[in-house]
């Protein structure tokens, strides 16, 4: 009698490890993807910003070849201070947020190619080497971009196919662990904005 009482604890208590072990584990990579899916999105804002960055400077050398182009500097100018004010919060990824995001980077890349279409009534310009070095790293920025928001895209789907396996499931439910949005590109997106000259 007290034999089987000692293995009945036994095994009660092997059963808790395991379980333990078990819940612990999927929390554990929950955990990892969140963070993936925060650094994958980091990296997305970052190649954002390396090309508000460039904007300044490819305005300023367009300038003073086109200075009679003020409402196309004012659109990009407009444009890019709306990106710039426009964020979201890698803790508490949203659809809704991501859309804004999307939105305001549409904006700022239509207003960009409606400047890179005045450089074409300016040949002098199109032969300058700053422009044409700043060209260069735009379009390198914009493949960086669409680089970064398939890793984004591919971990995003990666931990959203994880916290909605079973048992997963359970273990996202209770600890908060919410699906999170992909980087969805906006529909007049479909057709990349042109850059050569």
């Given at each position: 009698?007290?034999?089987?009482?000692?293995?009945?604890?036994?095994?009660?208590?092997?059963?808790?490890?395991?379980?333990?072990?078990?819940?612990?584990?999927?929390?554990?990579?929950?955990?990892?993807?969140?963070?993936q899916v925060k650094r994958e999105w980091a990296n997305v804002e970052n190649?954002?910003?390396?090309?508000?960055?460039?904007?300044?400077?490819?305005?300023?050398?367009?300038?003073?070849?086109?200075?009679?182009?003020?409402?196309?500097?004012?659109?990009?100018?407009?444009?890019?201070?709306?990106?710039?004010?426009?964020?979201?919060?890698?803790?508490?990824?949203?659809?809704?947020?991501?859309?804004?995001?999307?939105?305001?980077?549409?904006?700022?890349?239509?207003?960009?190619?409606?400047?890179?279409?005045?450089?074409?009534?300016?040949?002098e310009l199109k032969a300058n080497q700053n422009f044409l070095e700043l060209?260069?790293?735009?379009?390198?920025?914009?493949?960086?971009?669409?680089?970064?928001?398939?890793?984004?895209?591919?971990?995003?789907?990666?931990?959203?196919?994880?916290?909605?396996?079973?048992?997963?499931?359970?273990?996202?439910?209770?600890?908060?662990?919410?699906?999170?949005?992909?980087?969805?590109?906006?529909?007049?997106?479909?057709?990349?904005?042109?850059?050569?000259?």
């Open positions: 009698m007290k034999n089987k009482r000692i293995i009945t604890w036994v095994l009660i208590i092997l059963v808790i490890f395991i379980f333990g072990g078990s819940c612990k584990n999927m929390y554990n990579k929950m955990v990892t993807l969140s963070e190649q954002y910003q390396r090309r508000l960055d460039l904007i300044p400077n490819l305005v300023a050398t367009v300038k003073g070849y086109a200075e009679h182009e003020q409402e196309t500097f004012t659109r990009v100018i407009e444009a890019r201070a709306k990106a710039t004010s426009v964020n979201v919060n890698p803790d508490n990824i949203t659809a809704e947020s991501m859309q804004e995001f999307s939105a305001a980077q549409g904006e700022l890349s239509s207003a960009l190619s409606r400047l890179l279409v005045v450089v074409e009534n300016y040949p060209q260069a790293q735009l379009e390198g920025t914009e493949n960086r971009i669409a680089v970064e928001r398939k890793k984004f895209n591919d971990t995003t789907k990666e931990y959203n196919e994880y916290t909605k396996k079973f048992p997963q499931v359970l273990m996202a439910g209770i600890f908060g662990f919410k699906e999170k949005p992909y980087f969805d590109a906006e529909p007049a997106a479909s057709q990349a904005p042109k850059v050569e000259f």
